[in-house]
């Protein structure tokens, strides 16, 4: 680490004696595993290593940016001439916002380093996984992933000296039921910021089980009928539903260029006056981000403060174009891409109600479930989206009825966010070692959640 941080400081000053009047060069270091079990046998066992310097500099109040994944000095030099040319290149001025010298470190809590787990251990517990999954009657097909990450990042600036590593493991199950000719797919997955210790501490041949089950009764589940109705969702489809109708439409790049539905909201009412949204780098359970790719410190950034817009998601080139502060969310996916206004970890806070008392108060309606959730559209200028909700339940009587599949909501977010008429005790959010949010060509791991929520009204389809 100590080469690294010199080599670094070596070529922000280079790039100062070039004449940036601002220089920011990034060490990252990217380790992954993946192993795959399909239908009992192991289909793949996958290394990755990435790594690789990244510099961005401010020239006459423009940037540029350059990368390379060479350590020799003069490759390094090379990629901090380039991205001077690039600056002086460049048409677009960009003012970046002031701040105090960062300094910082942060280290993985790791008990057992997955890494050093053999692969003989790390198969094995993938295809008992996914032989636990395709043991259940009616189950014609089944897939296990078992994912390790080990993320190293590096940023030294005119104004910053920060290092973190991030240690990521997790297990993915998909499993595909079948019955006279109907077929029925569910997929989901577990991950969490961690060493070895939490493949350890889980049950993931039930986790496989319950999968299995969850698509063998999907297959005889009807859809719902079409219509406007009351819902309770769970904290997964709470998390979707916040990151990419919501959070996406936060980030201050898009809020900047007038294509998100909050512009010019700070200070108004867009949500219920029990609803708090944060986005937080080091919310439990979630995808740790202490510092951003710019150096910034990335703590809980209060988006929405019982039902009032409070903020928006920047960073340091965003803050000054909407008049606000930097909140770190610069982000990068790797040391081949400059920072972007990304989000971490976002989720609605906890409010005073159980899940059985928003059901019974529910009185008839939609258990929507997040497990199994797909992909949808959102157009953060409108401020619509349109979801696929996992299997879900029918709410009767204030209680839980028959399952429901092929589930699609839409709406307006704000008019969903403002007729959010309970919240629950519970929180969980949740992150992923197989996938992530993206954005510009860039992918970043994300973190989202929140707790049981009840909504008033939300327009419900069947596919």
């Known amino acids: 680490m100590e080469y690294?941080?010199?080599?670094?400081?070596?070529?922000?000053?280079?790039?100062?004696?070039?004449?940036?009047?601002?220089?920011?060069a990034r060490f990252h270091r990217y380790s992954y595993e993946l192993v795959r079990a399909d239908n009992g046998s192991l289909k793949d066992y996958s290394v990755t290593s990435r790594a690789g310097f990244g510099v961005r500099v401010l020239y006459n109040n423009r940037i540029g940016f350059s990368a390379t994944n060479s350590t020799n000095t003069?490759?390094?030099?090379?990629?901090?001439?380039?991205?001077?040319a690039a600056a002086k290149a460049s048409k677009k001025q960009v003012t970046l916002a002031e701040r105090p010298y960062v300094k910082g470190k942060r280290t993985p809590n790791v008990r057992v380093d997955p890494f050093s787990v053999?692969?003989?251990?790390?198969?094995?517990i993938a295809l008992e996984t996914n032989r636990a999954g395709l043991g259940v009657e009616g189950i014609r097909s089944s897939i296990t992933m078992l994912g390790i990450q080990r993320d190293f990042r590096s940023v030294v600036s005119s104004d910053a000296e920060v290092t973190w590593e991030v240690v990521l493991v997790g297990i993915s199950h998909t499993s595909v039921a079948g019955e006279a000719g109907s077929m029925e797919r569910l997929h989901d997955s577990r991950s969490m910021a961690s060493g070895w210790e939490f493949i350890q501490n889980n049950d993931w041949e039930g986790f496989a089980r319950d999968i299995s089950m969850t698509a063998k009764k999907a297959l005889k589940a009807p859809t719902p009928p079409p219509g406007r109705m009351r819902v309770v969702m769970d904290p997964d489809l709470v998390g979707l539903?916040?990151?990419?109708?919501?959070?996406?439409a936060s980030e201050g790049d898009l809020v900047a260029s007038g294509t998100s539905i909050l512009k010019d909201k700070i200070g108004m009412r867009v949500a219920s006056e029990i609803v708090t949204i944060v986005d937080d780098g080091l919310a439990m359970g979630g995808y740790p981000v202490p510092y951003d790719d710019e150096g910034n410190p990335k703590e809980r950034t209060v988006i929405v403060e019982k039902g009032v817009l409070r903020g928006y998601l920047t960073d340091r080139a965003s803050a000054p174009l909407l008049g606000v502060g930097v909140t770190g969310n610069g982000r990068a996916q790797d040391f081949e891409n400059a920072p972007i206004v990304r989000q971490t970890n976002i989720y609605m806070e906890p409010g005073e109600w159980g899940v059985e008392e928003q059901i019974r108060e529910a009185r008839n309606g939609l258990y929507l479930s997040g497990r199994g959730a797909g992909g949808g559209q959102v157009d953060t200028g409108a401020g619509t989206f349109t979801f696929s909700a996992g299997p879900s339940y029918f709410i009767r009587n204030g209680e839980i009825g028959e399952m429901v599949k092929g589930?699609?909501?839409?709406?307006?977010?704000?008019?969903?966010l403002k007729s959010v008429e309970a919240v629950g005790k519970d929180l969980r959010i949740r992150t992923s070692v197989f996938g992530g949010c993206g954005k510009n060509g860039q992918l970043?791991?994300?973190?989202?959640?929140?707790?049981?929520?009840?909504?008033?009204?939300?327009?419900?389809?069947g596919r």
């Open 241 to 248: 539903l916040l990151h990419e109708a919501f959070g996406h």
């Open 4 to 24: 690294d941080l010199d080599v670094l400081y070596r070529m922000v000053k280079y790039a100062e004696s070039l004449g940036a009047s601002y220089a920011e």
């Open 74 to 84: 003069e490759d390094l030099m090379s990629a901090v001439q380039n991205a001077v």
């Open 118 to 124: 053999p692969p003989e251990e790390k198969i094995r």
């Open 407 to 416: 589930v699609v909501i839409s709406g307006y977010i704000l008019e969903t």
């Open 444 to 461: 970043v791991r994300v973190g989202d959640g929140g707790p049981h929520i009840m909504v008033r009204e939300i327009i419900v389809g």
